[in-house]
């Protein structure tokens, strides 16, 4: 028994036993349109009979390309997983990735530093996720001086962006509210925590929040900032700020949850505390991810195209490295809202029900 490890085929065996230089060789597998056709089929089979594999590095460094994307986001990943809204874009943004034939990393801050997770990673561009001007950071990823693409951030003029239509999916949902006969409201929003009256309105945040301000309003309700609460954007989050409302003294009849993952913590606080939903209480959630139509009972929601989205951040990011696309290029895609079991008319003698709900 031999204990001596074969060795690696190089290209400079490929070279000899397809009789041609090493130039060549490394023309067939990088550029081979500066080949004759039959020149180069003759290289690959010859180095596929050798076993013979490119070097990554090498061939990344030739090539000038990672073959990979970036995925960026300001959270830690642990946060970021808890949202199902994110396995959803990350589904998206993998196909079209996957038919490029691009590799993804998924970058989150490093020691607490985006900019420095941000130089270290060998990508040929970003999907920045919910990253917006206001980020303290936001120099120190662009002095990366490659692609990035804003998904979900505040509007950048100069910046490729993809976003929803949030303002009016938020609207939707009020209205919804408003219609079956709801005056009193708590709104969940999203972390991180803004300064009400003074959140950047271009914002996800600032968007949702104004598309529930003007559908209320056209119902003569007045949203105070007393009837806000925030809690991050996962199921146990939205559970915990529910029971703190609640336990707050916050009667509401409805509930406009900034996301799925919040909406579906509502119902779960709702059914800890024996809340009947929607007898007692109405729930509406935004992002319409699949476990929406699932839980119990099934959540009405505001419907973006998650996925879609991923996709075309990934596509438009492409165009941009390729250069086919202005880096300056902005793309809105449309919400609406999906009516389920999770709303119901308001309780036509509100006090009194809210006296029986339990404390």
Known sequence: MTTERTRRVRIADVALAAGVSKTAVSFAFNNPDRLAEDTATRIRAVAEQLGYRPDPVARMLSQG???????????????????????????????????????????????GSLARAVGRASVDGFVAIGLSDSHPEIEGVRRSGLPIVFVDSAAMPGDATIEV???????????????????????????????????????????RMAGYRTGLARGGVELGNDR???????????????????????????????????????????ADLGIDVPGQLSVVGFDDVDMAAFVNPPLTTVHQPVRRKGEEAVRLLLSVIERRTSVAEQRRLETHLIVRASTGPAPTRTREVNRALPV
């Open 165 to 207: 239509d949030d303002e009016s999916g938020a609207q939707a949902a009020a209205e919804h509210l408003i219609g079956l006969g709801h005056r009193d409201f708590t709104v969940i929003a999203m972390e991180p925590p803004m300064p009400f009256g003074r959140a950047d309105p271009d914002s996800v945040i600032g968007r």
């Open 65 to 111: 390309r990672t073959r990979a994307i970036g995925v960026l986001t300001p959270q830690p990943l642990s946060v970021v997983f808890s949202n199902p809204f994110f396995g959803a874009l990350c589904e998206g943004i993998g196909l079209a990735a996957d038919e490029s034939g691009f590799g993804l990393y998924l970058i989150s801050p490093l020691h």
């Open 228 to 270: 806000i609460v925030i809690g991050p954007s996962t199921v146990a989050g939205g559970a915990l700020a529910f029971r703190h409302a609640w336990e707050a003294g916050q009667r509401p009849t409805a509930v406009l949850a900034m996301s799925d993952a919040i909406a579906i913590g509502v119902l779960r606080s709702a």
